[in-house]
Each structure stands twice: as C-alpha cells, then as structure tokens.
C-alpha cells in the first residue's frame, strides 16, 4: 500500500524544503519526504505511516496556502505530471530498446481538448491570475524593494528626503498582502466557437515517420532523431476548409519530383503552407513557401504551374513565397500571385470590412475577436474628446472597431510593416472612416511629436504586440509620454512578456523614466483559444 500522496495546488516557485516548513505551521505531521519539481504546481509527499497519510489526506484538500486550495490523493505510478522529458515534446516511449515516436498530435496542439470548455476557463482564469498578475506584482515588490535599498546605501551622498527617495517609494497598489493580487480582475471571456475556430493555420511541409510527404505540424525532438510531421486530420481547432486544402497539397507532392524541405541541409523544395479563410465572406488564401536554391529552374516553372492547377480551384488567392534563408521570412518579404486577382482576403468585425494580405497581422479566432474588441472598448473609456493612439496597429482592426463602438476625436496608427499599413488605410476608406490617420514610423518617434505638442485633450493608448512584447524604446515612449493617461494592453504571453513590460511600465522613476508610473485598473482575460494552454490578457494601467 502506497504512503505517498500527490499533492496539487502548491507554489511551483516553492522549494521541498519551503513546502516541508510551511506544512510544519500547518500541522500536517508525518512527513518523511517531499519530491518537488522546480517550476510545477505539484508534489509528492511520503508519510511514515498510513495514520499519517490518511491524516494529512484529510488535512490537505481545501487547505490554502498562500490563497490557493490544496488537493491530494493516494500517488499512483501515473498520478504525477510529466517530467520535461520525451513527453513535452509529443513523444511516447515504447520501450528502453524502441525509438520514440509522436503521440497524438491532437494532445500536443490542443492538450485541453478532453477537458469540458467551462473547466477550460476556470483553469486558465486561475493561471492567469497566479502565473501573471501574481507574479507581476511580486517582481514590482521586488524592483521597488531593491531601488530603497541602494538609496538607503548610498543615503549619505544625499540630502534628507531626496527626489531619489521619493521615486523608491512604494504604491498604495503594492501594499496589499504578500499573496494577494492588487489589480482588479474581471471574468474570464470564452470564445463563441470552440473547434474549427482558426482563421489562419502555418502548416509545415515534410516526411512523417514512414518517409511519406505530409502536410501538418511538427512534433517530436531533433536530438533524438525523431522529427516529423503530423496530419492535422484529428485537429479540432482547424477548420474542414484547410484540412481539405492539406489533403490536397499531400497529393499534389506525392507526384511531385521535387522533395520537401530538409532543415538538417538545406535540401529539397516545399517548406511551408500557410492559409487563410474567412468563414464570413467565404473568401481565402494560401502562400506556398518554397526554396528554389537547389531546385533547376525548369523544374521549379512546371511545378509552379502545377501547383496552380491542383490548389487553385480550393482558393480565392494562390501564392508562393521563395525563401533560401534558413529560418523564417519576415511579415514584408515578397510574394508572388499565381492564382487570383486581387491579392488579398476580406474579413468582417462589427460590419466593418477589413482588407487582409499575407504578411499582415490579424487575430486568429474571428469571433472570440470581436469579444477582445469589446472588452478593449469596455477599459478605454473613450469620449467623443479622446484621441486614440494605437500602437503596432497592424491592418488597424483595433483602432477602427473601437471608433465604431464609441465615439473619439481622432485615431492615430501607428505601424512599421508598409504593407499592413496600406491596408489599414484602405481599410478605413473603405468603411468610412473619416477621423483616422496612419503613420508608418517607429512607435516612439510618433510620440515623441505628440509629447511636443502635437496633440490636445485626453489620450489613451493600446498596444497590441507580439509575443516577445514591446521594445524597450516604445516602453520608455509610453511612459515618458506624458498625454497619455491611460494604457490598454493587449498581451498574448501574459506570463512572459507582458509580466517584464509592465515592469517598465509600472516601475519606480529614473533618469531614462522620468514619466510617472502607470497604475493597473483592471486586467480581464479572453480566451482566442480553445482547447490550448493559451490565453489573452487585456489589462488597463491608468495615471494622473
């Protein structure tokens, strides 16, 4: 009989030997060993007895520590989660002899799809509130706690009650309970639709396991030798369309001359496809990237030609993409139209039509996007007196669907893709939108003419950036801007770049920051993605 228990809801940060102190205070008694996995919310605990256990399993579930309830049951071989081994990377071992090969690849693209969607958003509104907010405000702690004691170093250099004290002073906001997270926090928003959802899918071309062409994810590790490509036939967040467009691209390279791509040397010919589709206007797309370095160029002509006869009846706008370099193209590379007339896709938000080409940035999920949007609208709290600056617009999606919802002055995107650029300034002609302008500059150049004075009554910012986050330019532009009172951010990586940004955003004056500090008001979370461990965060920082 086992004395062992597994234990979630603990501190993943907490050390066994953190966890053994803290069950001390709480009187769990018996406890001989504790396995902790650095970074987990889990644990192992092993008892001396089956009195201890039995008593510390009564003890344990509902217990909180730290402001999160604890829940235990008896440890079986399979109760713990997966070690960062073979299984994060798709892979299941068969044997110690056996090479490792991919699991299904519905668990490794969608690992959430087993569990009810109501659950799905319970388990992400209580990541988001530990692994961001929680962990956002420690390391503000942290920052302020750190500048008072070098000031409190360095307080014989100064006179009594400084500027540079003042700035290490800590917020009211901060000042709460250690384990308490300051910031207000709205309900968790889902998505209307929860399989099939996907706008835009990037396909990767290659051999599966038994050496056949195939279109679909990666899955598997390059050092054991075991990358492949998947079939996303059993993907619930596809769409039919696109399945159907990669059963047919398999078919086309299985009489295709020219091989896939190989990373490992640079060989072969079909990298990539990327699609887009608009259940909406029922219009797509899709760019076929190639390379052509090691491809003669007759062969490389009847293949194109081809490929327009086998994928051009199942799509709007056909293009392919060379690209010789070694990782990815960037959003303004050139592509080329081989099949279609107008070169881009037409998507609709709130009525408003928006023109959309390939290297464009748009939200994945249509209709969860509409209610970001709105949560967006909700914590701007526009007047007909703002003036709306959005940054890193993109097509301007964001901008022109919050001037439909409220009334602004004037709205002022701000993008550096050229093309994305244009269509946002198409995409405001062409749905009247009169008090709008677009500026095709680095973010903080703009800014830095409003803080001159180019700008009049009350401003409020959104940004909306990739994963990796703001630039450190564009940060210290935001806070050193001082007619914006009020910041929305929009984050796809809550945990990472989102929780380093506010850091920058929210932090203690200095030279290079002599803005002051913004104040989070309110954070809500939107789910985009169902069925994935994915989350956006849409927090609203405020100042005097």
């Known amino acids: 009989e086992t004395l062992k228990l597994h234990v979630i809801g603990v501190d993943k940060y907490a050390s066994a030997k953190k966890l053994t102190k803290s069950m001390e205070k709480h009187n769990v008694e018996g406890i001989k060993h504790i396995k902790k996995i650095p970074k987990f919310d889990w644990a192992v605990f092993s008892f001396e007895n089956v009195a201890a256990r039995d008593a510390a399993l009564a003890k344990l579930n509902g217990l909180e520590v730290g402001g999160w309830p604890m829940k235990a049951k008896l440890h079986t071989a399979n109760a713990a989660a997966p070690k960062r081994t073979a299984s994060e990377a798709g892979l299941q071992e068969d044997g110690p002899l056996e090479r490792k090969v991919p699991r299904n690849i519905t668990g490794v693209v969608t690992p959430l799809h087993a569990m009810p969607y109501p659950e799905q958003l319970a388990h992400k509104f209580r990541s988001m509130e530990r692994e961001c907010l929680l962990k956002a405000t420690r390391r503000l702690r942290g920052v302020y706690k750190k500048r008072q004691v070098f000031y409190k170093k360095t307080a014989g250099d100064r006179p009594e009650s400084s500027e540079s004290d003042k700035r290490a002073e800590m917020p009211d906001w901060l000042t709460k309970p250690k384990n308490e997270a300051p910031i207000k926090t709205g309900e968790i928003r889902g998505s209307p639709s929860q399989e099939g959802y996907r706008n835009k899918c990037d396909f990767t071309i290659g051999l599966d396991l038994g050496g056949v062409p195939r279109v679909g994810f990666c899955v598997g590790r390059e050092k054991d030798g075991s990358v492949s490509v998947a079939t996303i036939s059993e993907c619930l967040h596809v769409p039919h369309a696109m399945k159907a467009l990669c059963v047919a691209m398999e078919a086309f390279l299985a009489a295709s001359p020219l091989a896939p791509y190989k990373q490992g040397d640079h060989s072969g010919c079909w990298r990539g496809l990327m699609c887009r589709r608009s259940e909406r206007t029922n219009e797509s797309m899709a760019v076929v990237l190639v390379a052509t370095s090691t491809v003669e160029s007759a062969a490389w002509v009847q293949e194109k030609a081809r490929l327009a006869d086998s994928l051009g009846p199942l799509v709007s706008e056909l293009f392919v993409q060379v690209y010789n370099g070694v990782s990815a193209p960037e959003p303004d590379d050139p592509v080329e139209l081989i099949k279609g007339s107008q070169g881009y896709v037409t998507e609709t938000l709130f009525g408003l039509k928006f023109r959309i080409v390939p290297g464009a940035f748009f939200q994945t999920n249509t209709a969860a996007c509409e209610v970001l949007y709105r949560v967006v609208t909700e914590l701007a709290q526009a007047t007909e007196e703002t003036t709306l600056l959005d940054v890193c617009c993109g097509t301007g999606s964001i901008g022109l669907c919050v001037a439909s919802m409220t009334p602004v002055k004037q709205v002022i995107g701000v993008e550096m893709c050229a093309g994305a650029l244009e269509c946002a300034k198409l995409n405001a002609e062409a749905n009247g939108v009169k008090n709008v302008k677009f500026v095709c500059s680095r973010a903080e150049l703009v800014m830095q003419g409003l803080l001159n004075g180019q700008a009049a009554g009350p401003m409020v910012a959104i940004v909306d950036p990739p994963r990796s986050g703001l630039h450190r330019d564009v940060l210290a532009s935001l806070r050193n801007c001082l007619p914006i009172k009020r910041l929305i951010y929009v984050s796809c990586n809550p945990t990472g770049s989102l929780v380093a940004d506010l850091e920058t955003l929210c932090g203690p004056r200095s030279k290079t920051l002599p803005g002051p ?28």
């Open 517 to 544: 500090c913004f104040v989070p008001s309110m954070a809500v979370p939107v789910d985009l993605f169902p069925s994935t461990d994915h989350c956006e965060m849409v927090i609203a920082l405020e100042r005097d």
